[in-house]
Structure formats: C-alpha cells, structure tokens
C-alpha cells in the first residue's frame, strides 16, 4: 500500500528556513516521480518542485526560485524540501504526491495519484 507522509512543518519567521520531509512507503523512489505542492485557503493546489525517478529536477513555481530546493535519500525513502528565505505569502498546506511517471516530471496535481495529508507552514512575525 502506497503511503505518504509529510512532516516538518510549523510556525516560522520571515527570513527563516524550515525542512519538509515526505517519508514514502510501499513503493521505491526509482519507481515514481515525487512532487511538492502547496495550497493556501481558497487558493488552488500549486506544483511547487519535482523529482523524477532517475533523480532529475524540475521547478514549476517561479515565485521559490533560488529559495526551495527538493532532494531525496534513496535509503531512507524520504524526499526534502528545503526552505529558505521564506516570506508570508509562502503560508499554506504542503503537500507532497507520487506517481509512476515514466522518467519525467509533472508541475499538475491531477496527473498525480497518491498523496500525502499535508503539513501547514505559517510564515508570520
């Protein structure tokens, strides 16, 4: 059974850094393509970073550029989102998503299938 599970989150500063992680189960990272998306109230889902199955890296949110990056530990099944320099407006629900796309990426929440139940970061003084 595919599972997902973000953790990380929580209350930060302007300026300061924090680092989601998105634990997988029940199927290899060699096997899927891992995104992260965000969702902030009456927002949509917006595809923040990808990682394909060969390892490959795709940014689709303009606005992180240069401030997020995504990573993964093969052995521990675990894919990162690192983030710095984070502003109010990076305030939402993070997502993280699965899907066995063959070796490419995807910035689109519908062509993702498994996803994780999210982790909210605040970013307020």
């Known amino acids: 059974q595919l599972q997902l599970v973000e953790s990380g989150g929580g209350l930060v500063q302007p300026g300061g850094s924090l680092r989601l992680s998105c634990a997988v189960s029940?199927?290899?990272?060699?096997?899927?393509?891992i995104a992260w998306f965000r969702q902030a109230p009456e927002m949509e889902r917006e595809g923040l970073l990808c990682i394909s199955r060969s390892g490959g890296k795709t940014l689709y949110a303009g606005s992180v550029k240069g401030r997020f990056t995504i990573s993964r530990d093969k052995a521990k099944n675990t894919v990162y989102l690192q983030m710095n320099s984070l502003k109010p407006e990076d305030t939402a629900v993070y997502y993280c998503a699965a899907e066995p796309l063959d070796n490419y990426c995807s910035g689109y929440f519908p062509d993702f299938g498994s996803w994780g139940q999210g982790t909210q970061v605040t970013v307020s003084s």
């Open positions: 029940g199927f290899a990272l060699d096997d899927y393509a």
